[in-house]
């Protein structure tokens, strides 16, 4: 099939189902309505209740839920062939993902900007309180553990990518200065922001940065310690001083991106672009099996139960309206379909296509298989990202852009989102802490106890991320030791915030909560599924630490889905009030 005919299919199947089932959701499942006050305007304190422009949580919520995720989960999940990748991200994205982020979004709007954890211990039942904060605990401790090292990387792969990162920041201040503090005009001030983030890029090239090992310690190891105590500052600031502003100007650096990608693959198109890898392989070499772990290795782009955790934590507490909250949850996670979409674009034709005035190079089904020759050989983090950036840098040679120019541009995009993600994880870890301690309020900087405070919350995720980051010794790697825990675990995530998603449902009477129980339903069935299938692998390889700790994982998805299909089987009272 066409690349561009893939492209124009899967844009136009986004923008009909945001027109239609995305407003049947809003409108008539979850009967939005701006007469319901929201945490933002309720608590504001200008820290992290803040009520938000629109286009400016949009953002935030974007930049945040994306992260690496849909670059990285589709970059390996093309191993099984094309078709498979596109119809779980278009299908997943639609009728799972969405009214996923959706559902948490507006449930924590309704409860006061609790997290899912919270929400869940009301809706379904007391007991599973701490059963369901551990799992969110494990999810952002895990991610936390490891974005240092994944930024690393990154910085380590594309050494000019890390001046125009850093200088987001500065630029990101002075926007958050000029539109909050001086109520500067929000257009101009953001096309200024964006150019000046554009120069730094061109001035990358020339000015690249490697860390060098500072004694014994390694580059991933200084940096981690680097961007952790970037992150306790980032993430105790009012959210308007760098987090808003930051993936704000980080959203307009990814539409910039997309908007690269669509021409170029346009363009190209006329110039030998075709998709070259296989629609379909069953049996990749080294690879576990399509069925469940293609739903489990494309998480963001389909569905993600870590976007539940952001909707339900800084987004809720930065919607002004609750209708706004339709374009926010529903419509971003859409777009992180289409860049999905462009991403299998890029690693299932671009990666094969011979960049404008390259000869001489290996091109077509070869290069694909060249690359994806086994799963060991494309599942590591430079792997992926390598495939995405080299095969969206060789499409947009024919806009003329320099190839080199090219790779910075994707460079700098993919570690701008890992940035925002280490911003976000930090800020979310912290509200589970606080609330799981008991503080009156997320967010409450006059707790009594240091622990319930944002300060000492903070320093508490991190600590927690860094023993699990430097398990290893010096070079921050430790976090590698139990990631193979990541994947089901944030799938099941997700199937538990879609259960909690369906009682709440459930009790507002109707049949409403059918939308989110199937797509529950099929998520346990699959990260189960894999679960089952991990625990095999672990205890065959004689993994014991992960053996044990996917138990307990298995346990408490046991435990929270029966307890789920209980509250679900009573007789439920309609709920009168705005939840």
Partial sequence: MSAVLIMVLAFAGYIIAYRLYGEFIGKKIFQLSNKNQT??????????????????????????????????????????????????VVVGSIVMGAVHDFSALIMSLRTQGKSISEIASQYISKRIRVAFFLIVFIELWLFLAILGMIIAVIFHMYPEAVFPVWMEIPIALALGYAVYRKNAHVVRTTILAVIAMYITVVLGHFIPMDMPMI?????????????????????????????????????????????LLIVGIIVSAFNGLSVVAPAVQSHPEGAPSMWPFLFITIACGAISGFHAVV???????????????????????????????????????????????????VTGLAKWTEHY??????????????????????????LGIPKYLGIIIMGVFVASFAGTSLDTTTRLQRYVIQELLGANRVGATDSKSFFTNKYGATLLALITAGILAFSSGVDGKGALTLWPLFGANNQTLAALALFTASVYLKKRGGKGFLVTLLPACFMLFMTMWALILNQASYMAGGQVMLGVINIVIIAIVVFVAIESILALSKKQPVVATQA
């Fill in 215 to 259: 004694g014994s310690m390694p580059a991933t190891g200084t940096w981690t310690l680097i961007l952790f105590a970037y992150a306790f500052i980032a993430s105790t600031l009012p959210v308007t001083t760098l987090l808003q502003p930051r993936d704000y100007i980080n959203a307009w650096e990814l539409f910039i991106a997309m908007g």
């Fill in 311 to 361: 909707a339900s934590g800084t987004t809720a507490k930065q919607v002004a309206h609750e209708d706004d909250a339709m374009f926010v949850g529903y419509g971003s996670m859409l777009m992180e379909g289409a860049l999905a979409v462009l991403v299998i674009i890029a690693t299932v034709a671009g990666i094969g296509l011979a960049a404008k005035g390259d000869v001489g190079s």
């Fill in 373 to 398: 020759a086994s799963w060991g050989s494309a599942a590591g983090l430079g792997a992926k990202v390598g495939a995405f950036v080299e095969g969206s840098a060789n499409m947009i040679t024919f």
């Fill in 39 to 88: 945490p933002a305007e309720e608590f504001e304190d200008g820290v992290d209740y803040v009520p938000t422009k629109k286009g400016i949580i949009f953002g935030h919520h974007f930049t945040s839920i994306a992260g690496t995720g849909p670059i990285v989960g589709p970059a390996i999940g093309v191993i099984w062939g094309w078709l498979p990748a596109l119809i779980w």
